[in-house]
């Protein structure tokens, strides 16, 4: 169990023609026994990171140590780290068991304990009734739970999960996120979780690291990123259905402060919501974009009108859209809500569920009426 | 008389048998959602219906016409495919223009459709196009301008969401019932994503084990699954289930050796084994009752999910509104169940059963 | 890892320089004796300073051949324009028989289908002498030998097997999807396998009919055996240089490059097709 540290890492691929800086001035701490989730969507670098990580890519600037040890020139082999791949890669001629077995195998563990382990392994993940089968023979999910046991049932200072459970049965996802995430605790395992899937990467992390571009654009705790996204990249990335976007230009007074919303919606609140940092800023930048989340916008009386698009009710929340000045806005529930589409909706936020971010250089003002 | 209507419809290829005696009725402007997972032969019950396959036995009528004689291109059907199936050596503008030109339309009248299309669609700006220079979600809108252009009288989607990505899914999720009801067609909409099968249909069709299931409307099949098998295909998490017999007072089910009451009452099924499902967010942390331990918190959504594990070993989920107080992992706690997601269901058949 | 060291690149060019000379060199030394007499070809040691003469290429035209013994009659010519007709009408009716056939193997399911097109495949096993002795006898009871019909029958034998099972692969990479699609937009059969099928595999159908031309022009033996001389092609008519005072090197050479040129204007002409196709091939769509 040890601390991962990457410090200033760059990563550069270059051809013939051009060089593509695909990982830029890259600092991250992973906490011993922390599980952290790099997330992005596909090019955005998280999975040149990962392999830099493993091994399987140099650095092109930049250290990476692992329990104060530098690993980055390292083969992948003596970096004492386990890692589980997207592409499920098991050994073809081995059955699942052996498959699960092979590193407590290599590391010449009784065979006794062995047995155990895969045991215990197979169980949690549900495969225990496929471990004499042979990898071509079971279905995709089966695959990617048995790469899953195979990584995680090693001792290894590290456990890297690339898109660990993109193939799995729904009916399994949620059960098995909670089973992984009580193990990865239990042994203290530090994790790098690497996925394009934010619910996975909520449900699993203590600590997600958003990327894009090549760049960190924030390194937070799952309800801080929700609550305080640093920039509106994240804000509109994180979060399902999206956050609702919208350009204001703000007027304020020593009573009330006034958000004049593209589209002619215009929202009210009394000053004091507001703190006084927050509104010096204002007068100085009124033209911001406003974040919404679906969840905040509760349907009732409200400023903000318009025709109702569609109501979804998906079993344990309810979807309603309705079209504002032109554009859709996206409202959710807990309970069930009902309205025809067609039919005339009002909607209203609390100023504490605001996000205001800085039109030009898009990064967070405030949240909640507060300072960012 | 229903627009679409299927009686004992079966396939099958070789001794395998894909469906059988499938029977359902579409009315006019109705969306029929066919649910089912993978392998479960939703594609090739669309094909039957466009023509392009032919079914074992049973009939296919199409306005009270029987449909076996009449060649896919006369059916009147539109179809839009999960890969699309966009011609590639056509720009969009022709690969949408392909049904009009098929009917002979003259060249206005081609332009005014695509042009309808088009716009309806949000695809005016890529018309001139080739399919390789679309992203996915434009060519996603160009097979459904394609397959609506004609105005057909049903409409085939075969799971046209599940090449785009996350946000355009949710934001065409949103658009397609308005756009579905503007083309009045009778649409049938195959899917493996519960979710979308309950935001856009009227009624959805459960097929499984080659059976239709259960037809009914979204919230029959999420309040009222007629077998635990369709309990389980609703819902996110899926259902929590125990296996258990009613108690002889039929008003409760044992739960590791306590009885544990249940709101309805089933005295008809007194000492019957069932199996005890409850959805996670009919899951709800109380003073009192039946205790377990919290083994992970792991967030969903706008939702919190507890891995739980109870009084003798049952391990379930509970899914809270992330607005409720929520327990560290480690803690115990004690639960109560609502009685609007709680179902009995028969442990040999598998079907709910009634109180 | 990302990068190669300057040995490897040393090696690799090393290398390839070496097939390219395995390769070219019978061409370039073909190309420079179609250039010289008889004399200088076999001379010992030999060597690449002579003097250029086109007295081989102006024999061939004219179809005077002067050897140490004599003039001789050549009809080189009439060969060159046999081997294209019956290489080009073999290949057409190949294709107009072959495509829609390896259509139907790619995409019907018939009794005995699989039979029929292994069949058709086992035709290119053979060896071609075993179909020749009683090809001869029939042919010649039918009046076909030495016709240009005759022959292109039979090099059918070569041309049809070769098409089908190549644009057989092709249909069956096309997603039959696109095709449904079309016929539900409203287009018969008949339409869409002329407006789809064959435009999206038409690569594919380029590169089996240049092969299949390829296959076709250097064919010997059937038309050996079945044509006599005014209906041979140059693969047979190349034999007329084999001659009693000697084998007339040089003419034979500047034959083989007069006899290159048609195949090779074809391949350029196809070779973006061939290019495309065959990586189109390898993509499932």
């Not at chain 2, 503008?93 to 009009?100: F, R, V």
């Not at chain 3, 490059?257 to 499932?284: C, D, H, N, W």
Request: aromatic share 8%.
């Amino acid at each position: 169990m040890a601390e991962l540290v990457l410090n200033a890492v760059d990563k550069i691929y270059r051809t013939k023609k051009k060089a593509v800086h695909a990982v830029k001035d890259f600092n991250l701490t992973v906490k011993s026994g922390e599980i952290v989730a790099l997330l992005g969507s596909s090019g955005c670098g998280k999975t040149s990171t990962l392999r830099m990580i493993a091994g399987f890519e140099d650095v092109s600037n930049g250290t990476i140590t692992l329990g104060g040890k530098p690993i980055h020139a390292l083969p992948p082999s003596q970096r004492g780290v386990a890692m589980a791949f997207e592409a499920y890669s098991l050994y073809p001629p081995l059955t699942i068991g052996d498959n699960i077995a092979f590193a407590l195998k290599a590391a010449k563990m009784p065979a006794a304990e062995q047995q155990a382990r895969v045991k215990a392994m197979a169980e949690m993940l549900e495969i225990d009734g496929i471990l004499n089968k042979y990898p071509s023979s079971v279905s995709g999910g089966q695959q990617q739970r048995a790469s899953l046991g195979r990584a995680l049932v090693r001792q290894a200072g590290l456990y890297l999960l690339d898109e660990p459970m993109g193939q799995l049965e729904p009916q399994l996802r949620a059960v098995l996120r909670g089973r992984i995430k009580h193990y990865l605790r239990e042994h203290t395992c530090t994790t790098i979780l690497v996925t394009h899937d934010q619910t996975e990467a909520n449900a699993l992390a203590d600590r997600i690291a958003v990327m894009e571009g090549g760049v960190l654009q924030q390194f937070a705790s799952p309800a801080e990123l929700k609550a305080r996204p640093a920039n509106l990249f994240t804000g509109t990335f994180i979060g399902e259905p999206p956050m609702n976007i919208f350009d204001a230009t703000v007027e304020s007074n020593a009573k009330t402060v006034t958000f004049h919303v593209d589209g002619g919606t215009v929202l009210s609140y009394p000053a004091s919501e507001f703190s006084a940092a927050l509104l010096k800023q204002l007068v100085q930048n009124p033209k911001v974009t406003l974040g919404i989340r679906p969840y905040a916008l509760h349907a009732g009386k409200g400023p903000i009108t318009g025709k109702v698009v569609s109501c979804q009710w998906l079993g344990d929340q309810t979807h309603v859209a309705i079209e504002v000045g032109g554009r859709t806005v996206v409202s959710v529930a807990h309970e069930r809500i009902r309205e025809k589409p067609g039919s005339d909706l009002s909607l209203s936020v609390a100023s504490g569920d605001l996000h205001i971010f800085n039109r030009d250089s898009q990064s967070a003002m405030a949240h909640g009426g507060i300072l960012a | 008389m229903s627009q679409l209507s299927l009686r004992s419809l079966s396939k099958s290829f070789g001794t395998f048998t894909v469906f059988d005696k499938l029977d359902l009725d579409a009315e006019t402007g109705e969306i029929v959602v066919i649910f089912g997972g993978s392998g479960t032969g939703k594609t090739i019950l669309l094909r039957l219906i466009a023509g392009v396959e032919e079914p074992t036995a049973g009939t296919i009528s199409i306005a009270g016409e029987d449909a076996a004689d009449i060649a896919p291109e006369h059916r009147g059907v539109g179809m839009a495919f999960q890969n699309f199936a966009l011609f590639p050596h056509m720009s969009a503008a022709e690969n949408i223009a392909s049904p009009l030109r098929a009917m002979h339309a003259t060249e206005d009248k081609v332009a005014a459709g695509v042009a309808k299309a088009a716009k309806l669609l949000k695809i005016d700006h890529v018309l001139g196009h080739a399919p390789r220079e679309l992203s996915n979600g434009q060519k996603q809108r160009t097979a459904l301008a394609r397959a609506l252009a004609a105005e057909p009288r049903i409409l085939l989607l075969d799971d046209p969401l599940r090449n785009v990505d996350a946000k355009l899914r949710f934001e065409m999720r949103l658009e397609l019932p308005r756009l579905l009801r503007q083309s009045g067609a009778t649409v049938l909409y195959v899917t493996q994503d519960y979710k979308e099968a309950m935001a856009l249909a009227d009624r959805i069709a459960v097929l499984a084990g080659g059976k239709f299931v259960q037809i009914a409307t979204p919230e029959d099949i999420y309040l009222r699954p007629a077998t635990l098998g369709v309990a389980r295909l609703f819902g996110d998490p899926s259902i929590n289930t125990l296996d258990t017999a009613i108690a002889t007072d039929g008003a409760s089910v044992n739960v590791a050796g306590k009885p544990l009451s249940i709101a309805r009452d089933y005295k008809a099924h007194a000492g019957k084994p069932v199996t005890f499902g409850v959805r996670p967010e009919a899951v709800s942390l109380a003073t009192s009752g039946m205790t377990a331990e919290v083994m992970a918190v792991t967030p969903l959504n706008e939702r919190v999910v507890l891995l739980l594990t109870a009084e003798g070993g049952w391990e379930l989920l509970a899914s809270l509104p992330s607005t409720a107080k929520v327990p560290e992992p480690g803690s115990t706690v004690h639960l109560a169940f609502a009685a609007e997601g709680t179902h009995l269901f028969d442990k040999a058949t598998g079907e709910r059963l009634h109180g | 890892m990302d990068h190669t060291s300057t040995l490897e690149k040393l090696i690799r060019g090393v290398l390839i320089t070496l097939v390219v000379i395995f390769f070219m060199f019978p061409i370039v030394w073909i190309f420079l004796m179609s250039f010289q007499t008889n004399e200088s070809i076999l001379r010992i040691p030999p060597s690449v300073v002579f003097t250029p003469t086109v007295e081989n290429y102006v024999a061939l035209v004219t179809g005077q051949m002067k050897t140490a013994a004599g003039s001789l009659q050549l009809n080189f010519m009439q060969n060159l324009w046999n081997s294209v007709l019956l290489s080009s009408a073999s290949v057409v009716i190949a294709l107009i028989l072959g495509v829609p056939a390896a259509y139907a193997f790619a995409r019907f399911k018939f009794r005995l289908g699989e039979d029929i097109a292994f069949t058709l495949l086992s035709f290119r096993f053979a060896p071609p002498l075993l179909v020749l002795l009683p090809l001869s006898l029939y042919f010649k009871t039918l009046g076909l030998t030495n016709t240009y019909v005759g022959l292109i029958w039979v090099y059918q034998l070569i041309c049809l097997p070769l098409i089908l099972w190549i644009v057989r692969g092709y249909f069956e990479d096309l997603s039959p999807d696109i095709e449904h699609a079309h016929r539900i937009a409203g287009y018969s059969w008949f339409q869409t396998f002329r407006k789809i099928s064959i435009p999206l595999a038409l690569p594919g159908i380029a590169a089996a009919g240049l092969l299949a031309f390829i296959f076709a022009w250097n064919n010997f033996v059937f038309a050996l055996v079945l044509a006599s001389a005014d209906k041979q092609p140059v693969t047979v008519g190349a034999l007329a240089f084999v001659t009693a005072s000697g084998i007339q090197y040089g003419q034979i050479a500047a034959a083989i490059i007069f006899s290159i040129v048609p195949t090779f204007v074809l391949a350029m002409f196809a070779q973006r097709y061939l290019v495309e196709g065959l990586s189109l091939g390898a993509v499932k769509g």
